[in-house]
Nanobody, 125 residues
Framework: QLVESGGGLVLAGGSLRLSCTAS????????IGWFRQAPGKGREGVSY????????YYADSVKGRFTISSDNAKNTVYLQMNALKPEAAGVYFC????????????????????WGRGTQVAVSA
């Protein structure tokens, strides 16, 4: 199972920390990706962490403001979001990567087949 939490309403410039807690077959062996789905749009990759080598990818739109991290003992991946902009609003989902890959350099285009229910983020200007 995957459970996302930590969303909410924040003023532009504010911060939120999202959590993605995995259980069951999704062990800390799995890399995790965070995705955002804005209203009326498809899911876009935001960040990704390979929990074997701790390599990380960020979309250009969030570099320097978002930080992804993992607490493997809790099997939880966090997304710290700072300096939030109104365009960051949407439903945030995490998903395990079904494939074991090398160091993260980009968001994989496939392999994310199991999704949680997401957590809603709203940013007011």
């Amino acid at each position: 199972q995957l459970v996302e939490s930590g969303g909410g309403l924040v003023l532009a410039g504010g911060s939120l920390r999202l959590s993605c807690t995995a259980s069951g077959f999704i062990t800390d062996d799995f890399a995790i990706g965070w995705f955002r789905q804005a209203p009326g749009k498809g899911r876009e990759g935001v960040s990704y962490i390979n929990r074997h080598d701790d390599s990380i990818y960020y979309a250009d739109s969030v570099k320097g403001r978002f930080t992804i991290s993992s607490d493997n003992a809790k099997n939880t991946v966090y997304l710290q979001m700072n300096a939030l902009k109104p365009e960051a609003a949407g439903v945030y989902f995490c998903a395990p990567d079904a494939f074991r890959r090398g160091p993260a350099r980009t968001m994989p285009r496939y392999g994310f087949e199991y999704w949680g229910r997401g957590t809603q983020v709203a940013v007011s200007a």
